[in-house]
């Protein structure tokens, strides 16, 4: 089983920056893909980001490419998702998720979300 737990979402102005964190336990961490996803009011829950397990590659839903990043730090268990040049449409629920058996499609294990919301 992984436990995960966000945190760093808050309330910025259009065009700031935030860094969000995921902290991961229960399983070894550099064994897993990691992703980061997100839910606006009334929406669906959507793709984010993604950092595979090994080589660390990365993989961005097209309206965050080139201002968001994921990381990961298996030493200290946990993913980043660095946002800048933040945007209203921004705002959601952003949840992190651990992807940890390849032979399946998905990812099993979720965290609780934390607010990012962006003023205009």
């Known amino acids: 089983q992984v436990q995960l737990v966000e945190s760093g979402g808050g309330l910025v102005q259009a065009g700031g920056s935030l860094r969000l964190s995921c902290a991961a336990s229960?399983?070894?961490?550099?064994?897993?893909?990691m992703g980061w996803f997100r839910q606006a009011p009334g929406k669906e829950r959507n793709f984010v980001a993604r950092?595979?397990?090994?080589?660390?590659?990365?993989y961005y839903t097209d309206s965050v490419k080139g201002r968001f990043t994921i990381s990961r730090d298996n030493a200290k268990n946990t993913v980043y998702l660095q946002m800048n040049s933040l945007k209203p449409e921004d705002t959601a629920v952003y949840y992190c998720?651990?992807?940890?058996?390849?032979?399946?499609?998905?990812?099993?294990?979720w965290g609780q979300g934390t607010q990012v919301t962006v003023s205009s």
């Open positions: 998720a651990a992807d940890v058996d390849p032979k399946t499609s998905g990812y099993e294990h």
């Open positions: 229960g399983r070894t961490f550099s064994s897993y893909a």
């Open positions: 950092i595979s397990r090994g080589s660390g590659s990365t």
